[in-house]
């Protein structure tokens, strides 16, 4: 008799005992009968779901009902019954080879969470109405930037749309008109002649002496946020590439300790990446001070270690043939690597690089809002100052710049990626001249960059007085239960925040989403307006960070977790939309044809034909998504979006570090416990 034939027997004479053990505890009878995934996720939500009835009753009055003149209880008592009936329900139904219906576990989480998100989230749908003119003011302001002026009754005025029309046609027809001008906003945002301090170039050809004001360009507030994006997008791929090498396990198993190595860099991989780069910034400003010198080493850490994983994820799947052709000849270890693995990762990293540079664009734009540099600082001081137009002007060229590099990005990871001719092709002598000219524009550039962000290596080695003390009150953090309390608290604020965010956004995509595919409204003249009308929306709206939107939702609905949810949707939104596009795009155009031979109208071959194709990438991309949410979530509460992210400010404003640490660790375990179940829900359903 094998080994599995005595399990199989005692499973078989214990089929109407065993369902009674979930009784007692929910899940374990699914897990003894070899159904593991179900057992462990029942007991796992169940407790969740327990928990956050009793907290949201406890610390908000969730739910609350009269149960006598003295006792009160939740209603959401309810829903955790009706689970953990169910749970009951399917162990004896998988006891008898049958399938209970999920959708009933499924309502009942979904009932207990959108509640208690709903209440914790402080959603007031009744402001959207209710304070719409303040919307429609703010709105009003952000499609009228702040980029030229007229003056009016001696008063210099902004001049909106409609005034730059009516100047236009005035100039056209010939007649009188108030002169109009370009605002000092743009010089700002673009750059102006003013004065400047000496560059170290002046100093060293003794035209001017160190730190001193000379006549020159001041350079504008986008160009140092381009030039803080691509320096650490430098910096970082130099230093992620003998990283991955570290975290590779099939390259750290082949050196003696290796594997240690491996799980030490791996660990700390994870750790920097679930710290977000506006968080980074908070602690790096203690180390060097405001500008946009910490705006780039905050990047570059954080970077560093996303590239870094992404790198050694591709090591780790290259072919391995090459690596066993080199050892047979008795190749070292150092031969290995220089002829058989890197040759393989190159075209891969250059593309991680350009989708890194994407990403550290847009992060570089409001990371000013910590560490004082770029246009993330601009727009701070004008939200502050209640200048809308101004911050408007600000996000249009945040738009623009962040569309044109992910335009060339993307263009850039086309070519790299895809197959290119085995053939060698001789170089004339004009590509060779034009590869010269490249690489000393690339020079300019750098050297440019390194200038107007004002890095300074000797910084680091010469830290803030009080960067000692702050990583002494990181390392002690508070765990008093007060602390722990309230950081409890607003972790699940946070949370929720973004649950609700991907939900709303998620939605909302959808409809929008079939707009956007060109397979489906691309194809005649009538409809492809619609595509690029709808792919345009999505292109704006991701190219601004959730922190940017944040000050608008603040006015429209006041400070709090409701106006970082709004924030949320919108790049979920726009993100959604796109990948959602690019799903139904991808599918097989056969059903299609299919369904529509069989008479079939638009409507009923979406239904029966995109449907069913996009469901399984649609709720990938929605997990995914509602990962990228936890993240954004814990810092924008820095701009008055509520949860743990102004829990955070406030403890790094009132030097508190030791509680701002217990927050740190906190986002960390969230984080990681995220990037773990998304992923093994993806696995397990996608």
Not at 164 to 193: H, M, P, R
Not at 337 to 345: E, G, L, T, W
Not at 376 to 393: K, S
Not at 422 to 432: A, H, L, R
Request: net charge positive; hydrophobic share 50%.
């Amino acid at each position: 008799m094998t080994k599995k034939q005595p399990e199989q027997q005692i499973l078989h004479d214990n089929k109407k005992i065993i369902p009674f053990l979930s009784i007692i505890i929910p899940g374990s009878s699914q897990i003894i009968f070899k159904k593991p995934w179900r057992g462990f996720s029942i007991f796992i939500f169940l407790l969740i779901s327990g928990y956050l009835v009793y907290w949201g009753f406890e610390k908000f009055e969730i739910s609350k009902v009269q149960l006598n003149e003295n006792n009160f209880i939740p209603w959401l008592i309810l829903p955790l019954f009706l689970f953990y009936a169910w749970n009951i329900f399917d162990a004896f139904q998988i006891s008898k080879n049958k399938k209970s219906p999920a959708i009933i576990a499924i309502l009942s989480v979904m009932v207990i969470l959108y509640t208690i998100g709903w209440s914790v989230t402080g959603v007031k749908l009744e402001r959207l109405v209710t304070r719409f003119t303040d919307a429609k003011s703010v709105m009003n302001k952000l499609v009228n930037p702040d980029f030229f002026s007229t003056t009016i009754n001696g008063k210099i005025e902004i001049c909106s749309w409609g005034c730059l029309w009516d100047y236009s046609v005035a100039k056209i027809n010939g007649s009188e008109t108030t002169e109009v001008f370009l605002s000092s906003n743009v010089g700002q945002i673009f750059g102006q002649k003013g004065t400047v301090t000496a560059s170290s170039w002046a100093v060293l050809f003794g035209k001017a002496t160190k730190n001193q004001r000379i006549p020159g360009f001041e350079t504008g507030k986008i160009i140092e946020t381009i030039a803080i994006g691509l320096l650490a997008t430098l910096f970082s791929t130099v230093l992620a590439v003998p990283v991955s090498f570290l975290a590779a396990h099939n390259i750290m198993k082949r050196i003696p300790g290796g594997s240690v190595v491996y799980y030490i860099v791996r660990t700390f991989l994870n750790i920097v990446r679930a710290i977000d780069t506006v968080v980074w910034g908070l602690i790096i400003i203690v180390w060097v001070g405001l500008g946009s010198f910490a705006g780039v080493i905050a990047l570059t850490i954080h970077s560093i270690a996303a590239l870094g994983k992404l790198f050694s994820e591709e090591i780790e799947h290259i072919d391995a043939g090459p690596v066993e052709a080199i050892e047979a000849t008795g190749g070292n270890f150092y031969q290995i690597i220089r002829y058989a693995v890197i040759p393989q990762v190159i075209p891969s990293f250059l593309s991680y690089t350009l989708l890194r540079w994407d990403i550290n664009m847009r992060s570089a734009t409001v990371i000013g809002f910590v560490a004082g540099g770029g246009i993330g600082f601009f727009v701070l001081e004008t939200i502050r100052m209640g200048g809308y137009q101004q911050y408007a002007a600000a996000l249009w060229a945040i738009a623009v710049v962040i569309i044109l590099v992910d335009y060339i990005s993307s263009k850039w990871r086309f070519n790299i990626l895809k197959d290119q001719p085995k053939f060698v092709e001789k170089k004339s002598t004009w590509k060779k001249v034009r590869n010269i000219i490249y690489v000393i524009l690339a020079i300019i550039v750098f050297l440019y960059c390194w200038e107007i962000t004002k890095i300074d290596l000797s910084k680091l080695f010469d830290p803030g007085p009080t960067f000692g003390r702050l990583l002494k009150d990181f390392i002690s953090i508070d765990l008093t239960g007060k602390v722990i309390d309230n950081v409890l608290r607003e972790l699940i604020i946070t949370t929720m925040q973004a649950f609700l965010a991907t939900t709303l956004g998620g939605i909302l995509a959808i409809p929008f989403s079939f707009l956007a595919a060109k397979n489906l409204t691309g194809k005649s003249k009538f409809s492809s307006w619609i595509f690029y009308l709808v792919r345009s929306l999505f292109n704006i709206l991701r190219s601004i960070e959730a922190l940017l939107y944040v000050a608008i939702f603040v006015y429209w609905v006041g400070i709090g977790p409701f106006a970082g949810m709004l924030a949320l949707a919108i790049t979920t939104f726009a993100l959604m939309g796109k990948l959602f596009s690019e799903a139904i795009e991808n599918i097989d155009s056969g059903p299609i044809e299919a369904v529509s031979a069989t008479g079939a109208n638009k409507l009923q071959a979406i239904v029966y034909s995109v449907v069913p194709q996009i469901v399984p990438p649609f709720l990938s991309y929605l997990i995914y998504q509602w990962d990228i949410n936890i993240r954004m979530a814990t810092i924008i509460g820095f701009a008055g979006g509520g949860g743990i992210g102004l829990m955070l400010s406030t403890f790094f404003g009132s030097l508190q570090y030791h509680k701002a640490g217990t927050v740190i660790v906190a986002i960390v375990i969230i984080i990681a416990v995220m990037d773990f179940s998304s992923a093994k829900i993806r696995e397990k359903f996608i």
